[in-house]
């Protein structure tokens, strides 16, 4: 069975996003980059909402070629399309890059890959997240937490209907500042 890893970067607040989707904010140091980085490496499919979609597909495809991409960047940018994805939307009616559309139950699907043999799949996005959490179906969480305050925006955690326990396993700093916990799933 798949393990499904919930992680993104957040404000200590608890926003991924400030008002009016800004993501400003959270711009990586390299120690950072380089750990989502890592992730992605580790990763065999991408579990992406429509507006994280939206966002990484506006930016990855081609940032290996922008000027001044670092071989960093490069090597995210090709890991990115190279990897499997799929993204849950009822409003998109295509997408690229390695990706498969599914406009239907994001919650059954979620539950039909994760009994499939594999890797670990990473999940993104609030609101599909918040589904996957609801259903009882995240395994890890990664929080990257930002040593700044936004007011309000897109929450990380969604409401939940019952209590999730979980384990710490890992904690982390960053030279930027930013505390990387990560919590295992008691079940």
């Not at 393990?3 to 996003?17: F, R, T, V, W």
């Not at 800004?22 to 380089?34: A, H, K, N, Y």
Request: hydrophobic residues 40%; glycine residues 10%.
């Amino acid at each position: 069975m798949r393990k499904l890893i919930y992680g993104m970067n957040l404000s200590l607040d608890g926003y991924i996003a400030a008002p009016g989707d800004d993501i400003g904010w959270s711009v990586p140091s390299d120690e950072l980059f380089q750990f989502w980085s890592d992730r992605l490496r580790a990763t065999d499919l991408s579990l992406y909402g429509r507006k994280l979609w939206q966002t990484m597909s506006s930016h990855w495809p081609t940032a290996d070629r922008q000027p001044g991409a670092t071989p960093a960047e490069t090597a995210y940018a090709r890991r990115w399309r190279e990897m499997p994805k799929v993204v849950f939307s009822s409003t998109l009616d295509r997408v690229d890059w390695n990706t498969r559309l599914v406009s239907g139950d994001a919650v059954a699907e979620i539950t039909r890959l994760k009994a499939e043999e594999g890797g670990p799949m990473a999940i993104g996005g609030a609101t599909l997240a918040g589904a996957a959490m609801r259903a009882g179906l995240i395994d890890t969480y990664l929080l990257a937490t930002a040593p700044v305050l936004v007011g309000g925006g897109t929450p990380f955690f969604t409401t939940l209907d019952t209590w999730v326990n979980l384990n710490l396993v890992e904690t982390r700093t960053f030279p930027c500042g930013v505390t990387l916990t990560r919590y295992e799933t008691r079940r």
